[in-house]
């Protein structure tokens, strides 16, 4: 290495892996709950925690979205289930999940900050 | 990318309570749970909390695991990283709270009051890997020191951010590159000393394994401000892990080109090498360090010439301690004012210490220069176990002195400490509680400079051997009101004719406790008793004939045959030919013994 910028790139792609492991963690950061229980891994969560786990650090926002996994929720007919909790807003759950809807509601809800109805848990008819 | 890091303590305790195998077992079990795509498993530096150990961390949750083995490796693994569920009874259980579980590492008592600096990478990082030291801020300091400022400035920024040696005497860092930096040679040297000599300290050692990178990047900062190209590590043998970690540190920062010729393209050029200690006491000390460096029998010479004029090899040297270097990186990112911001007027920045002793959260801690004594012994070391009373604190290990409990409030800083005849010293803290004798305390510490006087100097080779003696006089009951003054006299002899620290401070930890326990003192030599029931020549173990039943089962322990006693009568001791040596006091089941 002969450079700043060389290290500088090093620094950027290990950013977001080392983040991780902030201890104290942003207070406004949203956490992103996976549920990963045998209902939900059968269902087929893996994918979907997984898909969600590498998208926040290759976007860099591992410092912003905190992408966890829980036990069972208790609606297991409805996994794969993700939660979105944001600070100073209201729970959402979205249910049945796949890694193709996981990647759009990061985009759409947890990027752009609206919430895809289209799959959650009002979708279902569920009162 | 992993969706999960699982953090294992790789430090030197967590390893001799079995942290390999743990890291081995997890290593085999994500990958058997086909998992080894999405969880990391990372062996890390010392986390502080060696009591606790081995000490197991699962990010982005920071669950603190405390004293896995590798059993419980699979149900962690199936459990918590497989279906997110924590394991309950492995969560550690904070001692100061009535054992409430405690989910993260930030909500202990130990880490809350605590602010890392110098150990800020030290349990979060991989120390083997370059890239994770550089993914937290590494190397970006010397590329600042190198491409924005001149050495002057840099010397000018460690100055004005009042950082002071943390090696024990806590001269100004800035101040001895300073000193060195305009004297012209054909080389100069930047030394560290990682020779951390002191019973009871592990500071330096747990900067090495965690975060040997800091110091890495911190020594080629100080050549470019000295003017030096080359550095010496001088590390004690005994540090195998330590040393282990340093010897990759060094390779992988000589393959990305930070350490070696033209540094960032910048023409500067700087290398390092380990020197390893056998282990003497004195090569702690500036000038015998510097002298075994150069291949001879490490004893100290006089000063002046200082080092920074002529040191190692002859030549312009400095020499700072591990944790010191630590701190540089730090500083030069975020301002000289951003580290004064910390601390108190004199003593800037924060300290690390190793608890150890009778205290509960044995362990490494960080905190701002000028925390009370007492948020560091009760609220982060939890007090003393099973209840007993604080009774003083050894601080600067063998050329220290003790705080007695009276100075519980006193803040921790150089000037402080000083004041009341201690030093801070490299950050060994030795808690004592009501059970230890301050005699024998002190005996411990001299036994320790007896052993490790290089014999250079009169004063010190024959007079702690002397004050040896008459501690033991003391402890054994033989002792007069006079010999007592002559210890005194003894000590500020010694002080005042040694050449080096060694000598300087050996008496010390003996003054000390003349000063703030003379009572225990005269007791062992007016009354003949300890009365922490320490000193065994001046004890007697008695056995009580209402609460003896006559089992017979002290008489039979007895190495020694000297308890008599029919069955079912009252038992006695033959004072003459007791040993002292305990075994029937813990072998009674009628609490029918004790001592006097």
Known sequence: ?127 | MYRSHVLVCGGTGCTSSGGVEVYNAFEKEVKAQGLDKEIAVVQTGCHGLCAEGPVVVVYPDATFYARVSPQDVPEIVSEHLLKGRQVERLVYKDPTKDGDVIRSLSDTEFYKKQVRVALRNCGVINPESIDEYIGTGGYEALGKALTEMTPDEVIQTVLDSGLRGRGGAGFPTGLKWKLCAPNQADQKYVCCNADEGDPGAFMDRSVLEGDPHSVIEAMAIAGYAIGATQGYIYVRAEYPIAIQRLRIAIDQAREYGLLGENIFDTGFNFDLDLRLGAGAFVCGEETALMTSIEGKRGEPRPRPPFPAVKGLFGKPSILNNVETYANIPQIILNGADWFASMGTEKSKGTKVFALGGKIKNTGLVEIPMGTPLRTIIEDIGGGCPNGKKFKAVQTGGPSGGCIPAEYIDIPVDYDNLASIGCIIGSGGMIVMDEDNCMVDIAKFFLEFTVDESCGKCTACRIGTRRMLEILNKITDGKATMEDLDKLEQLSYYVKANSLCGLGQTAPNPVISTIKFFRDEYEAHIKEKRCPAGVCKALLNFVIDPVKCKGCTACARICPVNAITGELKEPHVIDQSACIKCGSCMSTCKFDAISKR
Do not use: F, W
Not at chain 1, 5 to 28: C, T, V, Y
Not at chain 1, 98 to 121: F, P, Q, S
């Open chain 1, 1 to 127: 290495m002969k450079s700043l910028a060389e290290l500088k790139a090093i620094r950027d792609k290990m950013q977001n892996q080392i983040n991780m492991r902030s201890e104290s963690g942003d207070e406004n950061a949203i956490r992103v709950v996976v549920g990963m229980a045998t209902c939900g891994i059968a269902a087929g969560a893996r994918p979907v925690l997984n898909e969600l786990a590498d998208k926040v650090q290759e976007k860099g926002l591992s410092d912003k979205i905190v992408v966890t996994q829980t036990g069972c929720i208790g609606l297991c007919q409805y996994e794969p289930i993700v939660e979105v909790y944001e600070p100073g807003k209201e729970k959402v759950t979205y249910i049945k999940m796949n890694a193709e809807k996981a990647d759009e509601v990061l985009t759409r809800h947890l990027i752009g900050g609206h919430v895809v109805d289209d799959y959650t848990m009002g979708s279902s008819g569920l009162k």
